[in-house]
Protein backbone atom coordinates (compact mmCIF):
# COMPACT_ATOMS: atom_id res chain seq x y z
CA UNK A 1 0.00 0.00 0.00
CA UNK A 2 1.39 3.46 -0.61
CA UNK A 3 1.63 5.82 1.87
CA UNK A 4 2.55 8.91 -0.74
CA UNK A 5 -0.09 11.35 0.19
CA UNK A 6 -2.66 12.11 -2.29
CA UNK A 7 -1.86 16.04 -3.73
CA UNK A 8 -3.66 18.71 -2.98
CA UNK A 9 -6.51 20.32 -5.19
CA UNK A 10 -5.40 24.06 -4.99
CA UNK A 11 -8.88 25.18 -6.53
CA UNK A 12 -10.46 22.79 -3.85
CA UNK A 13 -8.44 24.34 -0.76
CA UNK A 14 -8.89 28.12 -1.96
CA UNK A 15 -12.97 26.96 -2.16
CA UNK A 16 -12.79 25.43 1.75
CA UNK A 17 -10.66 28.59 3.30
CA UNK A 18 -13.87 30.85 1.74
CA UNK A 19 -16.03 28.38 2.68
CA UNK A 20 -14.85 28.97 6.16
CA UNK A 21 -15.13 32.27 6.15
CA UNK A 22 -18.30 32.33 4.87
CA UNK A 23 -19.17 29.25 7.40
CA UNK A 24 -18.55 31.90 10.73
CA UNK A 25 -20.70 35.02 8.86
CA UNK A 26 -18.01 36.74 6.83
CA UNK A 27 -18.26 37.16 3.20
CA UNK A 28 -14.75 37.91 1.83
CA UNK A 29 -15.35 40.26 -1.59
CA UNK A 30 -17.53 42.58 0.72
CA UNK A 31 -13.94 43.44 2.44
CA UNK A 32 -11.08 42.62 0.19
CA UNK A 33 -8.19 44.25 1.69
CA UNK A 34 -7.60 47.19 4.18
CA UNK A 35 -7.50 49.87 2.17
CA UNK A 36 -5.24 51.94 4.86
CA UNK A 37 -2.33 50.07 4.25
CA UNK A 38 -2.90 49.12 0.72
CA UNK A 39 -2.80 46.49 -1.96
CA UNK A 40 -1.05 43.00 -0.52
CA UNK A 41 2.06 43.06 -2.60
CA UNK A 42 5.15 40.43 -2.92
CA UNK A 43 7.76 42.29 -1.46
CA UNK A 44 11.00 40.57 -3.60
CA UNK A 45 9.23 41.21 -6.69
CA UNK A 46 7.38 44.54 -6.21
CA UNK A 47 4.29 43.12 -7.61
CA UNK A 48 0.55 43.59 -5.94
CA UNK A 49 -1.35 40.51 -5.64
CA UNK A 50 -4.46 40.18 -7.89
CA UNK A 51 -7.48 38.15 -8.46
CA UNK A 52 -8.40 35.92 -5.74
CA UNK A 53 -5.32 36.05 -3.62
CA UNK A 54 -6.36 39.46 -2.59
CA UNK A 55 -8.96 38.13 -0.92
CA UNK A 56 -6.96 35.30 0.50
CA UNK A 57 -4.03 37.46 2.02
CA UNK A 58 -7.01 40.20 2.66
CA UNK A 59 -9.24 37.25 5.33
CA UNK A 60 -5.53 37.34 7.42
CA UNK A 61 -6.08 40.81 8.30
CA UNK A 62 -2.32 41.77 9.10
CA UNK A 63 -0.47 44.78 9.54
CA UNK A 64 1.17 45.08 6.50
CA UNK A 65 1.03 45.09 2.99
CA UNK A 66 4.48 42.90 2.04
CA UNK A 67 4.78 39.39 1.59
CA UNK A 68 7.19 36.74 1.18
CA UNK A 69 7.65 33.10 0.78
CA UNK A 70 9.78 31.04 3.09
CA UNK A 71 12.79 31.19 0.59
CA UNK A 72 12.28 34.30 -0.58
CA UNK A 73 12.89 35.64 3.37
CA UNK A 74 16.39 33.21 3.41
CA UNK A 75 17.34 34.58 0.14
CA UNK A 76 16.76 38.30 1.94
CA UNK A 77 18.95 37.52 4.40
CA UNK A 78 15.74 36.63 6.55
CA UNK A 79 14.14 34.74 8.55
CA UNK A 80 10.30 33.54 9.42
CA UNK A 81 9.64 33.36 13.24
CA UNK A 82 9.01 29.69 14.55
CA UNK A 83 5.57 29.20 15.05
CA UNK A 84 4.09 31.51 12.66
CA UNK A 85 1.57 30.89 10.69
CA UNK A 86 1.68 30.95 6.42
CA UNK A 87 -0.79 31.73 4.03
CA UNK A 88 -2.05 30.38 1.13
CA UNK A 89 -1.93 31.92 -2.33
CA UNK A 90 -2.20 29.99 -5.98
CA UNK A 91 -0.47 31.40 -9.55
CA UNK A 92 -1.16 29.70 -12.49
CA UNK A 93 1.49 28.27 -14.49
CA UNK A 94 1.36 26.40 -18.03
CA UNK A 95 2.60 22.81 -18.43
CA UNK A 96 4.20 22.01 -22.07
CA UNK A 97 3.60 17.81 -22.44
CA UNK A 98 6.79 16.18 -23.45
CA UNK A 99 7.88 15.84 -27.26
CA UNK A 100 5.65 19.15 -27.99
CA UNK A 101 6.95 19.93 -31.53
CA UNK A 102 4.34 21.97 -32.85
CA UNK A 103 3.78 25.35 -31.75
CA UNK A 104 0.33 26.24 -29.83
CA UNK A 105 -1.19 28.44 -32.46
CA UNK A 106 -0.41 25.66 -35.33
CA UNK A 107 -2.16 22.75 -33.58
CA UNK A 108 -5.95 22.01 -32.73
CA UNK A 109 -4.92 18.48 -31.18
CA UNK A 110 -5.60 19.29 -27.54
CA UNK A 111 -2.80 16.76 -26.59
CA UNK A 112 -0.21 18.90 -28.71
CA UNK A 113 -1.32 22.64 -26.84
CA UNK A 114 0.40 23.62 -23.40
CA UNK A 115 -2.18 23.26 -20.62
CA UNK A 116 -2.83 25.78 -17.60
CA UNK A 117 -2.36 24.57 -13.86
CA UNK A 118 -2.65 26.01 -10.39
CA UNK A 119 0.09 26.15 -7.92
CA UNK A 120 -0.25 26.75 -4.10
CA UNK A 121 2.12 28.42 -2.59
CA UNK A 122 2.73 29.55 1.57
CA UNK A 123 3.57 33.38 2.20
CA UNK A 124 4.72 34.96 4.88
CA UNK A 125 3.98 38.51 6.36
CA UNK A 126 6.59 41.17 7.02
CA UNK A 127 5.03 41.02 10.75
CA UNK A 128 6.17 37.34 10.88
CA UNK A 129 9.66 37.28 9.54
CA UNK A 130 12.70 38.79 11.69
CA UNK A 131 16.44 40.19 9.82
CA UNK A 132 14.50 42.15 6.86
CA UNK A 133 14.32 46.13 6.72
CA UNK A 134 10.90 46.64 5.82
CA UNK A 135 9.78 49.95 4.43
CA UNK A 136 7.90 52.19 6.76
CA UNK A 137 4.41 51.95 6.73
CA UNK A 138 2.47 54.69 4.79
CA UNK A 139 -1.04 55.00 5.89
CA UNK A 140 -3.67 56.34 3.87
CA UNK A 141 -6.19 58.15 5.24
CA UNK A 142 -9.82 57.47 5.25
CA UNK A 143 -11.73 60.07 2.50
CA UNK A 144 -14.61 61.77 3.77
CA UNK A 145 -18.07 61.93 2.24
CA UNK A 146 -17.58 64.54 -0.19
CA UNK A 147 -14.34 62.60 -1.21
CA UNK A 148 -15.42 59.54 -1.96
CA UNK A 149 -18.96 60.70 -3.65
CA UNK A 150 -16.46 62.37 -5.99
CA UNK A 151 -13.97 59.65 -6.46
CA UNK A 152 -16.95 56.74 -6.89
CA UNK A 153 -18.26 58.99 -9.10
CA UNK A 154 -14.95 59.65 -11.40
CA UNK A 155 -15.10 55.64 -11.85
CA UNK A 156 -18.26 55.65 -13.55
CA UNK A 157 -17.26 58.08 -15.73
CA UNK A 158 -14.60 57.27 -16.69
CA UNK A 159 -15.15 53.99 -18.09
CA UNK A 160 -13.98 53.53 -21.55
CA UNK A 161 -16.47 52.63 -23.53
CA UNK A 162 -19.61 52.43 -21.13
CA UNK A 163 -22.51 50.91 -21.30
CA UNK A 164 -25.72 53.79 -21.52
CA UNK A 165 -27.49 54.09 -18.00
CA UNK A 166 -30.80 54.92 -17.66
CA UNK A 167 -32.82 55.54 -14.39
CA UNK A 168 -35.57 52.80 -13.34
CA UNK A 169 -37.71 51.13 -11.31
CA UNK A 170 -34.68 48.43 -10.35
CA UNK A 171 -30.86 48.04 -10.54
CA UNK A 172 -30.53 45.99 -13.56
CA UNK A 173 -28.12 45.18 -16.82
CA UNK A 174 -29.53 44.05 -19.99
CA UNK A 175 -26.84 42.23 -22.51
CA UNK A 176 -29.21 42.94 -25.79
CA UNK A 177 -29.45 46.44 -25.20
CA UNK A 178 -26.40 47.44 -23.59
CA UNK A 179 -27.84 49.22 -20.84
CA UNK A 180 -27.55 49.23 -16.77
CA UNK A 181 -31.32 50.68 -15.09
CA UNK A 182 -30.97 52.26 -12.00
CA UNK A 183 -33.21 53.15 -9.23
CA UNK A 184 -33.25 57.41 -8.58
CA UNK A 185 -30.30 58.46 -6.42
CA UNK A 186 -32.78 59.66 -3.42
CA UNK A 187 -33.81 56.11 -3.12
CA UNK A 188 -30.96 54.59 -1.36
CA UNK A 189 -29.82 54.92 2.04
CA UNK A 190 -26.84 56.64 1.10
CA UNK A 191 -24.17 57.31 -1.72
CA UNK A 192 -22.27 54.59 -0.83
CA UNK A 193 -24.83 52.03 -1.66
CA UNK A 194 -26.18 53.42 -4.68
CA UNK A 195 -22.22 53.23 -6.21
CA UNK A 196 -21.58 49.90 -4.95
CA UNK A 197 -25.21 49.16 -6.72
CA UNK A 198 -23.86 50.73 -9.78
CA UNK A 199 -20.55 48.91 -9.43
CA UNK A 200 -22.57 45.86 -9.59
CA UNK A 201 -24.27 46.59 -13.05
CA UNK A 202 -21.10 48.36 -14.68
CA UNK A 203 -19.33 45.18 -13.71
CA UNK A 204 -21.65 42.97 -15.20
CA UNK A 205 -21.78 45.32 -18.19
CA UNK A 206 -17.36 44.99 -18.68
CA UNK A 207 -18.70 41.77 -20.16
CA UNK A 208 -20.43 42.66 -22.68
CA UNK A 209 -19.61 41.38 -26.22
CA UNK A 210 -17.92 45.16 -26.86
CA UNK A 211 -15.96 44.99 -24.28
CA UNK A 212 -14.46 41.57 -22.70
CA UNK A 213 -16.45 39.19 -24.15
CA UNK A 214 -16.96 37.32 -20.90
CA UNK A 215 -18.60 33.27 -21.48
CA UNK A 216 -20.18 34.12 -17.91
CA UNK A 217 -22.33 37.11 -19.66
CA UNK A 218 -22.61 36.35 -23.08
CA UNK A 219 -23.80 32.99 -22.64
CA UNK A 220 -26.22 33.86 -19.74
CA UNK A 221 -28.59 31.24 -18.45
CA UNK A 222 -32.03 31.71 -16.36
CA UNK A 223 -32.06 33.24 -12.79
CA UNK A 224 -30.36 31.06 -10.38
CA UNK A 225 -28.77 28.82 -13.34
CA UNK A 226 -25.27 27.69 -13.13
CA UNK A 227 -23.55 30.48 -15.76
CA UNK A 228 -25.89 32.97 -13.92
CA UNK A 229 -25.13 32.15 -10.42
CA UNK A 230 -20.92 32.61 -11.71
CA UNK A 231 -21.70 36.06 -13.31
CA UNK A 232 -23.16 37.43 -10.31
CA UNK A 233 -20.34 35.80 -8.59
CA UNK A 234 -17.70 38.02 -10.47
CA UNK A 235 -19.77 41.20 -10.81
CA UNK A 236 -20.18 40.82 -6.60
CA UNK A 237 -16.07 40.77 -6.20
CA UNK A 238 -15.71 42.99 -8.97
CA UNK A 239 -17.87 45.59 -7.22
CA UNK A 240 -16.00 45.46 -3.79
CA UNK A 241 -13.20 45.79 -5.22
CA UNK A 242 -13.92 48.97 -7.06
CA UNK A 243 -15.66 49.77 -3.96
CA UNK A 244 -12.26 50.05 -1.95
CA UNK A 245 -11.01 52.46 -4.70
CA UNK A 246 -13.25 54.66 -3.50
CA UNK A 247 -12.95 53.84 0.38
CA UNK A 248 -16.63 52.41 0.65
CA UNK A 249 -17.09 49.07 2.20
CA UNK A 250 -20.00 47.24 2.84
CA UNK A 251 -21.64 47.23 6.54
CA UNK A 252 -21.25 43.89 8.53
CA UNK A 253 -25.12 44.01 9.00
CA UNK A 254 -25.67 43.46 5.52
CA UNK A 255 -24.07 40.04 5.25
CA UNK A 256 -27.46 38.52 5.65
CA UNK A 257 -27.67 34.60 6.72
CA UNK A 258 -30.13 34.30 3.43
CA UNK A 259 -26.79 36.03 1.37
CA UNK A 260 -24.64 33.74 3.24
CA UNK A 261 -26.33 30.50 2.87
CA UNK A 262 -26.48 30.95 -1.16
CA UNK A 263 -23.21 31.14 -1.44
CA UNK A 264 -22.60 28.59 0.69
CA UNK A 265 -25.02 26.56 -1.36
CA UNK A 266 -23.47 27.07 -4.61
CA UNK A 267 -19.72 26.37 -3.24
CA UNK A 268 -20.34 23.57 -1.38
CA UNK A 269 -21.08 21.63 -4.52
CA UNK A 270 -18.45 19.67 -5.62
CA UNK A 271 -17.89 20.59 -9.18
CA UNK A 272 -17.97 24.37 -8.50
CA UNK A 273 -14.68 24.05 -6.63
CA UNK A 274 -12.79 26.56 -9.47
CA UNK A 275 -15.56 28.94 -9.45
CA UNK A 276 -14.33 31.09 -6.72
CA UNK A 277 -10.94 31.10 -8.36
CA UNK A 278 -11.67 31.66 -11.88
CA UNK A 279 -14.45 34.75 -10.74
CA UNK A 280 -12.13 36.16 -8.90
CA UNK A 281 -9.50 36.74 -12.11
CA UNK A 282 -12.70 38.00 -14.27
CA UNK A 283 -13.64 40.08 -11.73
CA UNK A 284 -10.28 41.85 -11.76
CA UNK A 285 -10.20 42.11 -15.91
CA UNK A 286 -13.53 43.91 -14.92
CA UNK A 287 -12.02 46.11 -12.55
CA UNK A 288 -9.02 46.66 -14.71
CA UNK A 289 -11.27 48.07 -17.73
CA UNK A 290 -13.67 50.08 -16.07
CA UNK A 291 -10.69 51.88 -14.31
CA UNK A 292 -8.58 51.81 -17.56
CA UNK A 293 -5.57 50.01 -16.21
CA UNK A 294 -3.68 47.10 -16.76
CA UNK A 295 -3.23 44.51 -13.18
CA UNK A 296 0.33 43.54 -12.17
CA UNK A 297 -0.07 40.19 -10.95
CA UNK A 298 2.49 39.03 -8.57
CA UNK A 299 4.79 36.51 -8.99
Request: proline share 6%; glycine share 6%.
Amino acid sequence: MSTTEPRRDPYQSVTNLIIEHLELGTVPWRCPWQREIGMPRNFHTGKSYSGINVLLLGMRHQPSPYWLTFRQALERGGNVRKGEKGSLVVKYGQFQPKGLAVKEEQTDDPKQKKRMFLREYTVFNASQIDGIDFPAMSTTQAMNKDERIAVAEKIVTGMPNPPAIREGLRACYSPATDMVTMPPFGSFESADKFYLTLYHEICHASGHASRLNRESLVKHDEFGGPVYSQEELVAEMGAAFLGLEADIVRDQHEQSAAYLQSWLDVLRVTEHKRWIVNAAAQATKAVDYVLDRQAVMAA
